[in-house]
């Protein structure tokens, strides 16, 4: 694997394309879709019938002869009042079920782009920024759905007027209709050319708004460092070139949208001119009467406002789409650790590791391990230990299948890690990376995150999950520190954990790990923020609860191979010693001298 | 405000006063008041296609009138001006899409620039505020404000000018239907009260729906923020299903309340669509009263009902200014809400005297009491320090030593000012840290936290945190306080050097690496106070040592450090034992171990643990033995008895 699958910055695919395949992902969007074309219908007749009745009383009723026929303008009027609030009840009919069904199918759509994103391998989530990634199922999404409500109904509705329109031109006379349509045709392809560079434009400007709302997160997020570096009017002014970035964006995309919007204006005036001077001249050699010509001329108008309307929905559209393709470009992401088709579920028990010819290279990186081979014997402690950089931390990463090898494999139980569905391998073998991340919450509800019945025993709140949560505090010897907080378990530990420090952090995630209760755990660096004391209560708290689970640690503290079955030693990508503390540490290779460094460190 | 402004307060507050109709006036306004310019063109625009439009009819009446049909009834004359009405109309259609261009894009400009100063504003805010504010927003609403609530509050700004401008041509329309008969007035200006009630009623069940489907936008937003952040422990745990439901959860109300919203917007719509057209009908039965009874001749009732014909689609421009407003009002207050907000650590005015030598530290009887987290607790308050009196020489090395969860961070981190004392003082060289100048702390103490913040920019401006071009850090500098840290070799395998860039939140570095990163950040500047918290726990211990050997007889840096690995406590001039939030015990590392218990506790834990095991282990030998030996007997037992 050289190269990681990477989050496309929008998908590919056409705006029909992208229609079709958006409506596949969210069938909810055509649900009962009939019913709403025949009311949407109705409405567009609505619009037509009001502006024809209207010229029926002017001409019948308020300019007949004989003087103005008041009787008769009332009937009209009642009758197009009618039809108006008939077709308005339409209008909001189509508007409600585009709202309601457009709406469920976006709601499918966020779910299962947030879905895809966790799905993703690791190393293609860090591929993107985070918040870029929160804009795909949030802001991106949003854009489709004020398309939908705003503009939805009036491109069906302008469509619809169009084909009447058209209908009753040709009536009148087919020559000046397939002069207006004629007309048409370099609106058509100055559409064409013009959505080309405006969905271009709309694709940027998302861009760059992304780029704008990560750089106003460096202001959220590095808050601490910006105040302690004294460089928020530097971050400021980053953040301003960003703004002016996307505004400048903003402005070119609405410079083309403009230009596209109003040669539509232009061209249908110029239908207009064009209809008086051909009809002119129809007229003059008696092909029509000079009441048709009037008559086509009213209808024209008809015909254009529908379009030009449509011209600029058309430009939201590819707003909207443009948005859509970034949430579909998310979804087909490929996944590149994911489930064999055969995938097959991995037995609990206790967990045995081997590791085969392993090699792997970070994407577009040099090799980090070449060729490693380890048989990890079932409920013993591994430490592994290694300068930064050996590669320890991969062969960590690898054993939990946040990635695959490049070349040979990992086996559980004598299974390719490949071949074992996620599922059950997530919860035979738990990671807990240095960094213990908690959510927004408390103490109680982060450790209760590791509960694999969480939801069947009914949450956090329940008494059950409260004991269990204390029972894993007391028997990691945590008790005391609990006690300490503000509130014990009902501490609210801050967004990312940050109420509490990285210690801290580090003891609720080791906690959480504990109560998910895996065959095989896999500390990371997992207690590097935490005392000494402390991590050796853990490490013994630890050590008499593995009994029938394997563990394999990571440590730059020897403390943790000192108390280990079997230590393994990588240095710069390979595995250069492997036994017990006490056979490496008289054998006098580099576990001694690291060992030997280590014990003056800490006396 | 130009760009670059610096952050500070609004002079006036931000959020709006009055009623609705008030706050509607004054959101509009102040938008357009701040780019002028462009609203003039863009509203002059409008006017014109106001103008231009009523043109269009006339001309095409006019043609009709005094071209086509007398053309068609065989005038020769009008024959030869059919070219000519073609150009006219050609050239009022010219006019006409000029107008809209015109609009368009004045009105593009505005909207953006509105949108672009709330951001501006957001941020400054955001810069300015505290860190105790910081730590009671989600990260993830204070992004929502900056993307939907941005959205939300300028939405009106893109038909407002449209509106505007249709404004000229209703007050046109106006004097000529009064000139022409009041009652034919009357009834094609019924449209406009109804309207405004139709309005009312409309705000009155969006304003709610609104309020509601952004605030559930916000927390859609939040949770994905989070949820994306904890990717890798979702992964390691395998909860993504859990995750899913989560989301789904809130995505589901968002829906529900997005629904809300577009129903009232569905139903209101067509109404404002009715109105002009009812008023058209309206005009024309009036108008055939009116023409009967001979007030007015037929031909201007024509008029009359034409030109509301025209003004029909124009006037719903103020039907998408006023739905677009209940949005907007919500919106800018959750932005107003946080611009206006004042809580802030004041700079002072007095300077650090400037020394050669390390910073002098006196804490006096610090405390710092936080309020309780929660709602229902909002009353309580968390004593995180209590009682902290200490001195640091110019140029010692301090460690601060106590188990996980003393209050470390939170006395190390009053050390560069991120939160003031709540009770006593912190003295830098004798001037109480609250009142020092901006700029001044951050020029002599550099901080380096536990967890690493990498700006997306490239190695040099991570180091330097300068300005592009800014030459305060020459690339020796750099270098050097790469070479420190131990980083410069990392740094010389990337491509692009100290050019190259770490992607977002340094994502292509290793813990160890960002944490390096931080430390040539800190030792770039030289400064005369170097806070460590925990800022090696990622980095190779030899490394450690190396960095804080540097220290070690220097005399122009004072280091306060937080750290476990009494290799380098054991390099402190002097150590102070931390036990909840107080402090137990200052000395050196030989006599605190000498005479405090709970020093000696976490100091010598890993070699406690070593004998203890060493112990556990002879002891499990020995009770093997004694076990074979036993079952030797009872075998020997066994068989004695067979």
Known sequence: MSESARIASASSLGVMATLRRGVQISPQIVQGIGWTLALAVLAAAGRVVVPLAVQGTVDDGILAEGGPDAGRVATMVGLAAGALVLAGLCSALVNVRLVQRTEAGLATL???????????????????????????????????????????????????????????????????????????????????????????????????????????????????????????????????????????SQGRAMRLVATTFSSGTLISNLALAAVVVVGAHLGVGGALTAGQVVAFLFLVQLFTGPVQMATEILNELQNAVAGWRRVLAVVETPVEVADAEDAVTSPRGPAQVSLRGVRFAYPGGPEVLHGVDLDLPAQSKVAVVGQTGSGKTTVAKLVARLMDPTAGEVLLDGTDLRAVSLASL???????????????????????????????????????????????????????????????LDTPVGQRGEALSAGERQLVAIARAYLAEPDLLVLDEATSAVDPATEVRIARALDSLTTGRTTITIAHRLSTAEASDLVVVVDAGHVVELGSHEELARAGGVYARMHASWVAQTR | MPPGATPEPPDRPT????????????????????????????????????????????????????????????????????????????????????????????????????????????????????????????????????SSDVEAATGVFNPLPFALGVLVMIAVATVMLLLTDPWLALAALVVIPLTIVAN???????????????????????????????????????????????????TDALRAANVRVGTVRALFDPVIDLLPNLGTLLVLAVGAWRASTGAVGPGDVVTAGYLLTVMAVPVRAFGWVLGELPRGLVGYERIARVVDQRAALEPGTQRLPQGEGGLAVRLEGVGLDVPGATSQDAGRQVTLLDDVTLDVAPGSTVAVVGTTGAGKTTLVSLLSRLSDPSRGRVLLDGVDARSLAAGELPAQVALVTQATFVFEDTVRGNVTLAEPGDTTFSDEEVWEALRVARLDEVVRALPEGLDAPLGERGANLSGGQRQRLAVARALVRRPRLLVLDDATSAVDPRVEQEILRGFEHSASTTVVMVAYRMSSVALADTVVHLAGGRVVDVGTHEELLARDPGYRDIATAYEVETRRRERAAADALDDEAAREAAEQDAEADEEAVS
């Open chain 2, 200 to 250: 009312i009623v409309f705000q009155r069940y969006m304003t709610p729906a609104v309020t509601r489907a952004q605030q559930l936008r916000g927390e859609v937003a939040d949770v994905a923020h989070e949820s994306f952040e904890a990717a890798l422990l979702v992964k390691s745990l395998g909860t993504a299903g859990r995750e899913e439901e989560r989301f789904a959860r809130s």
């Open chain 1, 426 to 488: 997530r919860e035979r073998v738990v990671l807990v990376p240095q960094e213990g991340f908690l959510f927004d919450g408390t103490v109680l509800q982060n450790a209760a995150y590791g509960l694999r019945d969480l939801e069947s025993l009914g949450g956090a709140q329940d008494p059950r999950v409260r004991e269990r949560v204390a029972g894993a505090f007391e028997v990691l010897g945590l008790t005391d520190w609990v006690d300490d907080l503000g509130q014990g």
């Open chain 1, 110 to 248: 966020r779910v299962r782009a947030f879905r895809h994103v966790h799905d993703l391998a690791t190393l293609t989530q860090s591929t993107e920024r985070r918040g870029a990634l929160v804009s795909r199922v949030t802001t991106d999404v949003d854009t489709i759905s004020l398309f939908v409500q705003w503009g939805g109904i009036m491109l069906l509705v302008s469509s619809l007027q169009i084909l009447v329109a058209t209908a009753l031109m040709a009536v009148y006379s087919w020559q000046l209709t397939l002069v207006v349509w004629a007309c048409f045709v370099p609106l058509y392809l100055v559409l064409r050319f013009g959505q080309r560079h405006v969905n271009a434009a709309f694709t940027r400007v998302r861009e760059r708004v992304g780029s704008m709302l990560a750089a106003i997160s460096e202001a959220v997020v590095g808050a601490e460092t910006v105040r302690a570096y004294g460089v928020g009017a530097r971050t400021g002014r980053r953040i301003d070139a960003a703004i002016e970035d996307a505004r400048g």
């Open chain 2, 15 to 146: 959020a709006l006063t009055g009623s609705r109709l008030r706050r509607s006036l004054q959101l509009m306004g102040r938008g357009m008041a701040a780019s002028p310019r462009t609203y003039v063109l863009a509203v002059l625009a409008s006017a014109l296609f106001g103008a231009a439009t009523v043109a269009v009819s006339r001309a095409v009446g006019w043609a009709t009138d005094t071209v086509v049909v007398p053309a068609v009834a065989g005038d020769t004359a009008a024959r030869g001006r059919i070219g000519e009405a073609g150009l006219v109309l050609a050239a009022v259609a010219a006019t006409l899409a000029f107008s809209v261009w015109g609009r368009r894009v004045w009105a593009g400009w505005g909207y953006v620039n509105v949108g672009a100063r709330h951001r501006r504003r957001l941020a400054s805010a955001y810069l300015r505020l505290p860190m105790s504010w910081h730590r009671a927003h989600p990260a993830g609403q204070l992004l929502a404000h900056a």
